[in-house]
């Protein structure tokens, strides 16, 4: 069987940190691997205006935000198709089909939309095309025949919606669909990386965000203003590492390298804890080395970007390029569906036949 890999973000705004360790990192390494055979990237607009209707120019001008975070990540269009979810009609005529499959006490149990609508504070007012997009989701996934779908842990309960939906599908209609694999980060700090606040997760509405393409002062601002033990007071007192911001960074971004480069006196982060834990190790040392670990990791980033913002129509290029071959992909699979489900009346020689006979008498 193919290799394939599908994942998306949507735009609602500039990449973090917390797209990067949690998807974005690995989704380059993989496509690096030359391990797939198929790589789609998808700029899921059509499900930011899921909660966004009123509110359409964000998502226009955040498209391209995303389209030079992802190129600036080293997200190749030579090797993985990048588009943009709205310009493939396929994916909608899908969700319409799969919603047929799924019951609404299902869609009110899943996890994920559970936890958006109490923060959005819907409640009674959930927009309709909101509360179904899990479903739209898993047409992203099985349009592309998707095997690997590389996101963050918030994303469970949309594949597992998927895999019901790909289970459902091929028992009424036939094997049909491609059963699709998540994967998740395999580092815990990456899995759920916090805001600089400590605060469980980044949000641009809470602002505890650092994006991608952050200066490098902005970067040690925040790097400096993060929180870490509040009751780590004096340098000599002992540290608690439970919920350190500062150390969970650093579980997700540091290398080996950068130890003998920025902080020799260690020998791995390890032995850095430890020191914290003991006492004697004072939070603002521990901040500069993740400073300058986080400025390793941005700066290539960050200059990848500025080459790439010196040709805008080129990128939207990319994309338009991208989102035509996506087109294609997601016809051809849409035409399996419909003849699996036997709506394709005019390829159906069979049935014409059928037909003729029975009022030919
Ligand atoms: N829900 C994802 C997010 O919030 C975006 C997304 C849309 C996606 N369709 C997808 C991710 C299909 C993976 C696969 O960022």
Redesign the pocket.
Known sequence: MKKIM?????PTGKLHVGHYVGSLRRRVELQNTGDFDDIFI?I?DA?ALTDNADNPEKVRQNIIEVALDYLACGLDPEKSTLFI?SQVPELCELSFYYMNLVTVSRLQRNPTVKAEIQMRNFEASIPVGFFTYPIS?AA??TAFKATT?P?GED?MP?LEQTREIVHKFNSVYGETLVDPKILLPENEACLRLPGIDGKAKMSKSLNNCIYLSEEPEEIQKKVFSMFTDPNHIRIEDPGSLEGNTVFTYLDAFCRPEYFPEFLPEYKNLDELKEHYQRGGLGDMKVKRFLNNVLQAELEPIRNRRKEFQKDIPAVYEILRKGSIKAEAVAAQTLKEVKAAMKINYFDDAELIQEQAERFGE
Not at 6 to 10: E, M, N, S, V
Request: charge should be negative; aromatic fraction near 0%.
């Open positions: 599908l994942t998306g973000d949507r998808m899921a499900q979810q989701q992203d996934i779908v996101v994303q949309m």
